[in-house]
């Protein structure tokens, strides 16, 4: 548990009246590497992304987000951190640099005018950077996102379902994208997400939820080998439906927990 | 000293993007500054016209002609103030903002500061023409007031803040099902503030509730200055103090729902 995690959870639970809707679960992400968050809908994904960025409150357990313990100091870390969910917008009356330039603003953007031109190129908004968002396509909407996500070029990034309702070739744009940012940058990526090859393709570990608890957890390919599967959708397929080998490794994980 | 300059350079500029994302819409949406407008020009209108037929039908009306339409206009103060502030935060729960903007940076006491500014621009930009027109077409200039009149303005103003501001809180607290509140809450104070008629002719038991609002000391207090040609310092003193128990109660009703949403991860989830 040092500076070199951009985050640590200890006992997180969150429960909503009856509901447990995260149970006493607990990781770390190494800085500079990029994780994925899976289980099926109610898993508790989203529950847990909205904890860490402060939006939610826990009802126990710790959170560290780059060194600082979250909720209490969320605002030593917010403008290094940034996110990006289907279950938020952008205003839509505005223009895409209209958003740009107010979130730019918010996070206390340096030299917001070049930040903004390097998104543009970088995204490839030039075509739509001055129509109005709720004018633009989803794969456009999409980039507009995520250069909202970038725009203060977070340390700490937290993505909901990030190529959700996209089609195969922006979807494919979208995770390269995600490849080189990280690459050039060297922040954190956390991703919530119900595309495994996504999953596959970007994370250096998964942490996979069912029903508020984390059942399992390491790298694609140890997934993968530990269920004696082909592909991750399989391991998610076992671990949702209590197939195969999931309940033995559950259960174990139970026990440890 | 040094470390606190940063900060509030950090917490003008927060604000100032809140504010300018509400420029944005309005500068490029000529229905909605029409709107703005057109309530406080259409109230200026008609009480205008009642009271040029009154100035010759009553005699309360005619020691001071202008009476109706000043009270007209500053209670379409109230109204914006309050208006402002609540339709500045339902637009970030029409667009599903909320969520980044409660990711971000920002406050919630920069959020409000920030829906207060909007508050003020959107007042000026609906009363300013209600004010003009009523010089040519009524012969009564509101400015022919003077300094009182900028009391009187502060005080609705801020009247109009809290109670935009409790209004917020309820929507955070019960989500879109309480937008009406935006649109309606003014009105119940209209009543008992005795915009067009002095507190006097309420019923005795009716009294205390009036007293107990700003606005009422304020309206009063209008009518003393264009009655009676004098300030009353009483009246005046009474709203300011009332104002600043309002808006310390409506600021605990906004931390209050903004603790309550981040507690039942409603932040997130806001929107139509």
Not at chain 1, 2 to 10: E, F, H, K, L
Not at chain 2, 117 to 138: D, E, K, V, W
């Amino acid at each position: 548990m040092s500076g070199t995690d951009a985050i640590m959870v200890g006992h997180l639970s969150k429960r909503f009246d009856a509901t447990l809707a995260v149970d006493d679960i607990s990781f770390s992400i190494a800085r500079g590497s990029t994780a994925a968050l899976l289980g099926g809908n109610g898993a508790g994904k989203t529950t847990t992304l909205s904890m860490l960025l402060g939006l939610l409150d826990p009802s126990g357990g710790e959170i560290t987000v780059l060194d600082s313990p979250m909720p209490a100091g969320r605002y030593r870390v917010l403008d290094r951190m940034n996110f990006s969910s289907p279950y938020v917008d952008v205003p839509h009356r505005l223009t895409v640099r209209q958003n740009l330039t107010v979130f730019g603003r918010l996070y206390g953007v340096a030299t917001l005018k070049r930040r903004i031109a390097e998104l543009e190129q970088d995204l490839m908004l030039g075509e739509f950077i001055d129509k109005p968002t709720g004018s633009l396509s989803a794969g456009q909407r999409t980039r507009v996102a995520l250069a909202k996500a970038l725009i203060n070029r977070p340390e700490l990034l937290l993505l909901d379902e990030p190529t959700a309702s996209l089609d195969p070739d922006t979807g494919d744009w979208v995770r390269s994208y995600l490849e080189s940012y990280r690459a050039a940058s060297g922040a954190t990526i956390l991703l919530a997400s119900h595309n495994m090859g996504e999953v596959e393709r970007l994370c250096d570990l998964v942490l996979m939820m069912r029903r508020g608890r984390l059942v399992d957890r390491g790298t694609p390919a140890e997934l993968i080998g530990r269920y004696g599967r082909q592909t991750l959708e399989e391991v998610f397929l076992d671990i949702a439906r209590g197939t195969g080998r999931a309940d033995e490794f559950i259960a174990r994980a139970d026990a440890a927990q | 000293m040094t470390d606190l300059a940063p900060a509030i350079t950090g917490s003008l500029r927060r604000i100032s993007a809140l504010v300018l994302r509400h420029v944005y819409v309005l500068r490029t949406s000529w229905p909605r500054l029409l709107e703005l407008a057109y309530w406080p020009v259409m109230q200026v209108i008609v009480w205008g016209f009642i009271s040029t037929f009154l100035r010759t039908n009553s005699s309360w009306v005619a020691q001071a002609a202008g009476v109706l339409i000043a009270a007209a206009l500053l209670w379409d103060v109230l109204f914006r103030a309050q208006l402002g502030v609540s339709v500045s935060f339902l637009e970030e729960m029409w667009s599903r903002n909320l969520g980044h903007l409660f990711v971000s940076p920002l406050r919630p006491w920069e959020m409000v500061l920030g829906m207060m500014c909007m508050s003020f621009i959107r007042t000026m930009i609906g009363m300013i023409p209600a004010a003009l027109i009523a010089i040519p077409f009524y012969h009564y200039s509101i400015f022919s007031m003077g300094l009182p009149l900028l009391a009187f303005f502060l005080n609705l103003m801020v009247m109009g803040w809290s109670v935009g501001i409790a209004v917020a809180g309820l929507i955070l607290h019960y989500g879109m099902a309480a937008e009406s509140f935006a649109w309606v809450s003014i009105f119940a104070f209209a009543p008992v503030s005795g915009i067009y008629y002095p507190i006097t002719t309420l019923p005795e038991w009716l009294r205390p509730a009036a007293w107990a609002l700003p606005s009422a000391h304020v309206f009063e207090g209008m009518r003393t200055v264009m009655f009676e040609q004098r300030f009353p310092l009483g009246h005046f003193f009474a709203a300011v103090g009332l104002n600043l128990v309002f808006l310390a109660l409506a600021g605990l009703a906004f931390v209050l729902a903004f603790r309550y949403a981040r507690r039942r991860g409603k932040l997130l989830a806001m929107g139509e």
